[in-house]
C-alpha cells in the first residue's frame, strides 16, 4: 500500500505521519471552511451570543476557585495584559507564565513550551 500523502477534502496534501495536534487543527479548519461545515459554524456563534446575553449573570458567579495557571506570549496580539490582569483578579492565587514570543496560539507555534509550562503546573498542584 502507498505510504505517500492522504488528500484531505479540499485536495491539499496531508503527509503521513503529522503530528495529531496538527491533524485536530486541521480538521477544524476544514470543517469550518467545508460548506457543509458553515451550519456547525453559525451554531458557534449563536452560542456565543447566547453566553454574551448571559454575561452578566455569569459574571456575577463565584469563578473558579481551584488550582489555575494562566500564561500567555508578551506578543499575543488578542489577549492583553488588561485581560491578564482581569483574570488574575478572578485568581488570586493562580500562577501567571509569560513566553515572550509566540503569538495567541501557543500550542501551535511553541509547543514544547506550552506543555513544559502545563506539566510543571500539574505536577506542583
Known amino acids: 500500500m502507498d505510504a505517500g500523502p492522504r488528500i484531505g477534502p479540499h485536495g491539499v496534501a496531508r503527509p503521513v505521519g503529522r503530528h495529531e495536534d496538527a491533524e485536530f487543527w486541521i480538521e477544524q479548519i476544514e ?23 448571559r454575561l452578566d449573570e455569569i459574571m456575577a458567579g463565584t469563578a473558579w476557585q481551584g488550582p489555575t495557571l494562566l500564561f500567555r506570549a508578551d506578543d499575543d496580539p488578542l489577549i492583553t495584559t488588561t485581560h491578564t490582569g482581569r483574570l488574575l483578579e478572578l485568581h488570586p492565587t493562580g500562577r501567571y507564565r ?20 502545563v506539566t510543571e503546573f500539574l505536577s506542583v498542584t
Open 31 to 53: 470543517a469550518v471552511t467545508d460548506p457543509a461545515g458553515s451550519a456547525g459554524t453559525v451554531l458557534s456563534y449563536q452560542r456565543m451570543l447566547q453566553l454574551a446575553e
Open 98 to 117: 509569560t513566553i515572550p514570543t509566540g503569538g495567541h496560539s501557543l500550542l501551535i507555534s511553541r509547543p514544547a513550551d506550552y506543555i513544559d509550562a
